[in-house]
């Protein structure tokens, strides 16, 4: 097995065995990069000398043998919605070109701790704003499995990167399933956290009621790791919550005796790919073998969840994104002098199409008159689909649905038409809403010989059931040893 497809847990063992050293390691994923990237795209920013600079000083304190962290000289990418005080934090959008973060995110510190080499920032959606990475005002990033398909997002960046063998950590954000959707697409790893579980300092907020940084990894190994590195309480977010971190390798076991599963109706509706649907049911089988008690139930809301979603997502937005006025930070036009039209002119340069369509959308559900027949109502079934979870979760462990109704789409071939765009996130919205734990793993391929993507959800708090459920089922079968051939 090639360096590039090696998960990090395993990379760690040749670093301490001595077998490479980390500048051997960081530097032949550098020459990964310069052989895909052209192809891939997943990159806005890269830091060779600094990553190299960093690998040399994890390679004399292991020859002095010092004890090292099982991430330590790791090299890993992050979202560029997320701040470093390296590189720029542009969320993929001109209005933030050039921006510089004065302090660093405080998952970035904790990486930092744990000794990963952070060795570029990724593409996204702008401001996290899309399901496919092509919204992004620099590039288009694409599939690995095949370059003519898009990755997902908004994190679609970050999951290439991964897939392809770039890096084999990757940090992404999701408000509304940015994290899974493009996992699942990209056939790899990633995993949202319960809201609360990581903090979001130092995050560009997009929702923040919504958002939440996590990692996507080759394997759930890697993910468990990541996870408890950025996970615990931060005196600088007050929605972090103070619950125990455990150690989440210590769940990862190949059986499932005595877990029971829901299966959620709601979650198999028309449209739906039937290639998708047979690769769920066939999970469903290789988990009842590992000892899990699977039986159907009902989230009676779902259907409701995507427009709850865009009414209190864009909402959230048109209030976070008014701080980009071009006075303090980030873009200014050059072109007017008089104040509000250098606000107007401003913000109409630097904000591309869909987040110009979801702050207006967002402002208009704000509005006087209609505040609380949209953004309240949306407030009232948001708490509707949470206690369907808090139902299920009385009897069941977990609950198991498809991540994406589809396989990727072609680049372009849904840009033009944003309800087509909104529904591709139909199955990761509804566990932002309710704030609860939700990973994606690989379970088989479809239509173009493309990724499909296991969604398990999770009761609060709850990530090494999630986890342990995860692992069990990749244990058992050989879909996340595949890799693209580019």
Not at 33 to 57: M, Q, S, W
Not at 248 to 272: D, N, T
Not at 367 to 384: C, D, F, I, M, P
Request: with cysteine; proline share 5%; charged share 25%.
């Amino acid at each position: 097995m090639a360096l590039y497809e090696t998960p990090a847990h395993n990379l760690h063992k040749l670093i301490i065995g001595k077998k490479i050293s980390v500048q051997e390691l960081v530097l032949s994923f550098f020459q990964r990069i310069e052989k895909v990237e052209d192809k891939i795209k997943a990159f806005l920013y890269l830091d060779r000398e600094e990553a190299l600079e960093e690998a040399k000083g994890w390679d004399e304190k292991i020859q002095r043998e010092e004890e090292i962290g099982p991430l330590s000289g790791i090299p890993i990418a992050i979202k560029s919605n997320i701040c470093t005080t390296d590189g720029e934090t542009n969320c993929a959008s001109r209005i933030l070109k050039g921006f510089i973060s004065p302090y660093p995110a405080t998952v970035i510190e904790k990486l930092k701790e744990a000794g990963c080499i952070i060795i570029g920032k990724t593409n996204l959606d702008e401001f996290a704003m899309g399901s496919s990475t092509e919204n992004s005002a620099f590039q288009i990033t694409h599939n690995p499995w095949n370059l003519n398909y898009i990755p997902g997002g908004s994190s679609g960046g970050s999951a290439s990167a991964v897939a392809s063998g770039e890096v084999p950590l990757a940090l992404g954000s999701d408000t509304g399933g940015s994290i899974r959707q493009p996992a699942s697409l990209c056939g790899i790893v990633g995993m949202k956290p319960t809201y609360g579980r990581v903090s979001r300092y130092g995050l560009v907020a997009f929702a923040s009621s919504l958002d939440q940084i996590g990692p996507l990894t080759r394997d759930v190994s890697d993910c468990a790791l990541l996870l408890k590195v950025i996970s615990g309480k931060d005196k600088m977010d007050s929605t972090s919550l103070d619950y125990p971190v455990p150690n989440y390798l210590e769940f990862l076991i190949p059986e499932l005796k005595g877990i029971k599963i829901g299966l959620p109706r709601e979650y198999f509706i028309p449209g739906m790919e039937e290639e998708v649907k047979k690769k769920i049911m066939q999970a469903t089988r290789v988990l009842e073998d590992l000892g899990a008690k699977i039986e159907e139930v009902s989230l009676p809301h779902t259907e409701y969840a995507v427009a709850t979603y865009y009414l209190i997502a864009t909402a959230e937005a048109s209030s976070n994104l008014a701080r980009y006025d071009g006075v303090k930070y980030g873009h200014r036009t050059q072109e007017e002098t008089d104040l509000i039209r250098m606000y107007k002119k401003t913000r109409s340069e630097g904000f591309g199409e869909e987040v110009k369509r979801r702050i207006m959308l967002g402002t208009y559900v704000l509005s006087e008159g209609y505040y609380e027949n949209y953004y309240g109502k949306a407030q009232r079934v948001r708490t509707l689909i949470k206690e369907d979870f808090d139902r299920v979760f009385q009897k069941f462990d977990a609950i198991l649905t498809p991540t994406s109704p589809t396989v990727a789409f072609k680049v372009g071939e849904k840009i033009d038409d944003p309800l087509k765009m909104y529904l591709s996130d139909v199955f990761t919205i509804s566990a932002n809403l309710a704030g609860i734990p939700g990973i994606s793993i690989p379970c088989g391929f479809g239509r173009d010989n493309l990724p499909i993507g296991l969604q398990i959800l999770g009761k609060p708090f709850d990530e090494k059931t999630v986890l342990r459920i995860a692992y069990a089922y990749e244990q058992n079968t050989e879909w996340h040893k595949r890799t693209p051939s580019l």
